[in-house]
């Protein structure tokens, strides 16, 4: 039973705050709760927390933060609002995007001035749909880089972080109110811990296959290239709770993982000038429409696998990513100084592929239009040396999850708030609506970080003693 409801239940030990998940969003959670001046736990089912943000490139947007301005760039919450909004036809919760929009560039701010962690804008090319360079990151670019900095924050903070505590069930009254935990331990015994609040940071429910297949069944046999631990278990407490979920058909797909090395490879080499070519040598969509709907192309494809083509200037943009330096360093990036050599290296057709790179160059140059509605202008065309990389699509991390308000308190139906019941990130649905293609590049940390400190805001209200 994953919720029992009890309302005598009596805790040996409880809380003011208790996070369940120690990503991204449990974490920035938890440093809200602390600084808001309460008490908080967070209980991590992993020996060493990493979830999906250490797997992720830590990218996260923001907007009108004083990274930006120092750099002349020109954002505000309502132009990243607007784009999140075109991305997804309007079909996310506008509420939750405006209020997330709102908090995003105050909350990286925070993060940076209270707790030192330090932002760099990620330049040299836009995501799709960005109207503006947002990406806040860690000086290294990486989700570990990004784990650890939060990590670093939180011990500072003296937030209690309790590892291997896999949370198995929540203990309730009729109301809704949580009363507290339980959760085992690597040698099987239980623990129980109760609480005055509640945050559900534990994410979505990629790594459960069954709920994978029943909520998306396009891509029930793709791989999965999130933490397997994400099981799913906020949906399913939540709604044992009466709570709503929504956009449960919602994701963030990939079109650009190298095969067979598993490695991300960054969609900037699409945005600045290259393409996807199938095993016959052509291009089969519109590459600009976003990498998260390029799955679905992509895995349409003989053999579910593509090339993405470029030139040597591209592999030089690449090399700024450290998975693309990975991918390099394993041998998955090949090089060939003509087509047909390039051709040779990846065993494509030669006359196919020079035609596709000729079509390539005269959209670029504006001769003719791409027949996949991609604006190839503005861009350089591409130029010999050539490279590829095989890839294939992956299912990154899911979108729906638990209906929240402005204030991350989960919600039923009827809009009702929980009484301490809170969720941000992955657990929580998402600003992408109901499709793949809603999915706006950064959506997933958007989320887990401002949301996560909404939630922590809100419990710190309930959580002081
Ligand atoms: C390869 C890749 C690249 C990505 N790149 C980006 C990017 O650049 N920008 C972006 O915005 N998004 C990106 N994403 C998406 C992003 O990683 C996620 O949206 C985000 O990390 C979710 O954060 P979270 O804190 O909600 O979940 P997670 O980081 O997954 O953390 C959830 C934690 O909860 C724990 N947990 C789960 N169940 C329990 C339980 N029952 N008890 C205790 N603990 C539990 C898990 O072990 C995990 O540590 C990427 C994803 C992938 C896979």
Known sequence: MSVVFDPERRFDLSVPVLVIGAGACGLVAALAVR?????????????TPRGSTALSSGFIPAAYTRFQREKGIV???????????????????????????????????????????????????????HSALRMHAVPEKTGTALMTALQGACSSAGVDLLTSAHVTMLYAERSGRVRGVAFTRPDGSQDE??????????SGFGGNPEMVRRHIPEMADARYFGHVGNQGDAVTWGVALGAAVNDMTAYQGHGSVATPHGILITWALMMEGGIQVNATGKRFSNEHAGYSEQCLPVLAQPGGVAWSVYDARLHQLGLRFEDYRQADSLGAIKQGDTAAALAAACNLPAPALRATL??????????ARDPFGRDFTGKPKLVPPFCAVKVTAALFHTQGGLAVDERARVVDDTGRAFPNLFAGGGAARGLSGAHVWGYFSGNGLLSAVTLGRLAGLSAADLGRF
């Open 35 to 47: 600084d808001a001046g309460a008490e908080v736990l967070v209980l991590e089912r992993d020996a």
């Open 358 to 367: 000729a079509a390539a160059e005269r959209y670029a140059l504006g001769e």
């Open 193 to 202: 811990v109760g609480c005055n609040a509640l945050v559900l940071a534990c």
């Open 75 to 129: 954002d505000s919450p309502e132009q990243l609002a607007a784009d999140i909004r075109r991305k997804n036809h309007g079909e996310a919760d506008a509420r939750i995007v405006d209020a997330v929009c709102r908090a995003s560039g105050p909350t990286i701010e925070w993060l940076a001035d209270r707790y030192g962690i330090a932002f760099v804008v990620v330049d040299g090319f836009l995501y799709p749909g």
